[in-house]
Nanobody, 122 residues
Framework: QVQLVESGGGLVQAGGSLRLSCAAS????????MAWYRQAPGKQRELVAV???????NYADSVKGRFTISRDNTKNTVYLQMNSLKPEDTAVYYC????????????????WGQGTQVTVSS
């Protein structure tokens, strides 16, 4: 079993910062990409940022210049530094490990964390 555990969510005032962490544990050979998604009440889940094993990154337009994604491949951990937070950033943030292989010959699969709440007050 592979488990993703997020931490770092909470309540912050507009303009503030938070840092989310997500650690993947279990039998893991490789992870192609790690990503952060978010889902606000009444809205669909959306991609916030993604980082590949080679450190290529991509961001949603709404967070470019404010959020930074990074990863530590040795620890199978991904981070999301969120600065200049806005009330519209309020959502449950989910970590995803995409293209995960448990062994050298196994098929790729995706795993998700349980989510962490981020609330930005105005």
């Amino acid at each position: 079993q592979v488990q993703l555990v997020e931490s770092g969510g909470g309540l912050v005032q507009a303009g503030g910062s938070l840092r989310l962490s997500c650690a993947a544990s279990g039998t893991i050979f490789s992870i192609r990409a790690m990503a952060w998604y978010r889902q606000a009440p009444g809205k669909q889940r959306e991609l916030v940022a993604v980082i590949t094993r080679g450190d290529s990154t991509n961001y949603a337009d709404s967070v470019k210049g404010r959020f930074t994604i990074s990863r530590d491949n040795t620890k199978n951990t991904v981070y999301l530094q969120m600065n200049s937070l806005k009330p519209e950033d309020t959502a449950v943030y989910y970590c995803a490990a995409e293209g995960l292989r448990r062994t050298i010959g196994s098929r790729e699969s995706d795993s998700w964390g349980q989510g962490t709440q981020v609330t930005v007050s105005s």
